[in-house]
């Protein structure tokens, strides 16, 4: 097998030379190239990890609920092999599983950590044959690709009830009402024992809970009879605790809930802290990632990390010693040396996660100063309707200054004049480029003190990684300004 895939790799690898060249990143066409070449390129490398692979997919969180697995991992002394770009589609875990493959057989790792597109987990299942799949939530999210809820859920339960995806350990979020359906058919499992049950993880902290469910939340009835949910308190979107009156279906507690988050306390931008309790032992934790979406990212992968055998200390120890991805608040440091300013990067792009974000900025003292960046490319999702979804309404009152940029600038300063921030509050500035700089020049004269307020920018997923290729290069603003990305 090693033999005629050999000359296949190389090709592949010069692919991801030349498009390097070419300025980009390689994250994704090399791995492309190759399964044009092999069709089972990822099924023939995955079989190379002698402890197999794990796979985790969410609307929302992937990218960190990996990241914080990673670090509780390596932390453990496994060597992994894992899409840390982000690239999460066929080509992207290809392009890893090409950079970790070796001559004659080898590759450079032992356990195979990817995080993976919502559409695309039914067919990685099917060639990866996981340990273990981690589902973290399920949310309305770029209708004109994914479309409705149920059709991913429909997806997933083919994913997990069949074939491959029968074999792997499940680990699910309790509190999401789709995901605990999916577990139901298995059981219970038990952490660490390697039987393919379910591990189900959730928060119990009721001070959390909000008034009433979003206007725009998903999952409001039952899967099995199709009554409406009881939400007996809800924490988050869709999720929290709830019971079916008519059929008697509810969320899984007591024993099912292997893993779980109690005492949370949100700190702002900054971080949060909870009481993570497991099958070994219950412990406290100090996250330095902020807001309750971090909390449910936390827990996935220490309830990850408990079907992998993983001790309590190592989990903590992984947990806190994780730092924000980029765009994930992400800090940055910006402007002239002389007079700097930080820059705060949180990541919209669905009503639920922006909501976390609003909820989360919210907490924050004093007026805001906002840049919002709206696209409306392929992978953000052309239709960006969404944004009537999301509780700008929060903001109301709370902001000094906003800036808006992207392809659709002028739909999100609408979108923010109907939130109740004052028009003359509100610049439009689509080029991002010039946004960027006039943005971190228009601060407040009380704010030119020791501790500059920060600059609370929220793109959507183009206009993250555009901001990220504008810091990288340095190029924001006319006459030598820097950023440092921390």
Excluded at 64 to 77: K, R, V
Excluded at 215 to 223: G, Q, V, W
Excluded at 295 to 311: E, F, K, P
Aim: glycine share 10%; proline share 5%; net charge neutral.
């Amino acid at each position: 097998m090693a033999g005629p895939l050999a000359p296949k790799l190389a090709l592949a690898r010069g692919v991801g030379a030349l498009s390097r060249l070419r300025g980009g990143g390689a994250t994704s066409a090399p791995g492309k190239a190759l399964l044009r070449m092999e069709p089972n390129a990822i099924a023939e490398l995955g079989a190379r990890l002698r402890c197999g692979s794990v796979l985790i997919s969410a609307t929302n969180g992937k990218t960190t609920t990996a990241a914080l697995a990673a670090s509780i991992l390596t932390g453990d002394g496994v060597a992994l092999v894992h899409n840390r770009a982000g690239a999460n589609m066929a080509g992207g875990i290809a392009s890893t599983l090409l950079d970790a493959a070796g001559p004659r057989g080898a590759i450079t790792g032992e356990l195979g950590l990817f995080e993976v597109d919502e559409l695309w987990l039914d067919r990685i299942v099917a060639q990866l044959h996981p340990r273990a799949i981690l589902l973290g939530n399920l949310f309305r999210d770029q209708l004109d690709r994914y479309g409705e809820l149920d059709t991913i859920a429909e997806r997933w339960v083919a994913a997990v009830r069949a074939g491959a995806g029968r074999e792997a350990r499940l680990v699910l979020n309790a509190d999401d009402p789709v995901l605990a359906d999916l577990g139901r058919e298995r059981g219970a499992g038990d952490p660490g024992t390697g039987d393919p049950g379910v591990v189900y993880f959730g928060v119990e902290d009721d001070s959390l809970a909000l008034a009433g469910m979003a206007h725009a939340a998903d999952a409001k009835h039952c899967r099995d009879c199709g009554a409406p949910y009881i939400f007996d308190a809800i924490y988050l979107g869709h999720l929290g605790r709830y019971h079916c009156a008519s059929c008697g279906r509810a969320r899984p507690s007591g024993a099912e809930l292997a893993v779980r988050a109690t005492d949370v306390r949100l700190e702002g931008v900054r971080a949060a802290r909870f009481t993570l309790h497991t099958p070994a032992g219950s412990a406290e934790v100090a996250l330095a990632l902020p807001g309750l979406y971090n909390v449910y990212n936390a827990l996935a992968a220490a309830a990850l990390a408990c079907t992998l055998d993983v001790s309590l200390e190592r989990i903590v120890a992984g947990l806190q010693s994780t730092r924000a991805a980029f765009g994930r608040a992400e800090s940055v440091t910006i402007g002239a040396p002389a007079d700097p300013r930080e820059l705060r990067i949180l990541l919209v792009k669905n009503p639920a996660g922006a909501n976390e974000v609003l909820r989360t900025l919210a907490l924050e003292p004093g007026e805001h100063d906002v840049l919002g960046v709206l696209n409306d490319n392929i992978a953000d999702g052309r239709d960006v309707s969404w944004i009537w979804d999301a509780d700008y309404e929060l903001l109301a009152g709370r902001v000094r200054r906003a800036t808006c940029a992207g392809t659709r600038a002028a739909e999100l300063a609408v979108r923010l004049k109907y939130a109740g921030i004052e028009p003359a509050r509100i610049r439009v500035e689509p080029d991002l480029a010039a946004a960027l700089p006039a943005a971190v020049a228009d601060r407040a004269v009380t704010a030119r003190a020791e501790s500059p307020a920060p600059l609370y920018a929220l793109p959507t997923y183009t206009a993250m990684l555009a901001l990220r290729e504008l810091l990288a290069d340095g190029r924001t603003a006319a006459g030598g300004t820097r950023s440092a990305l921390q």
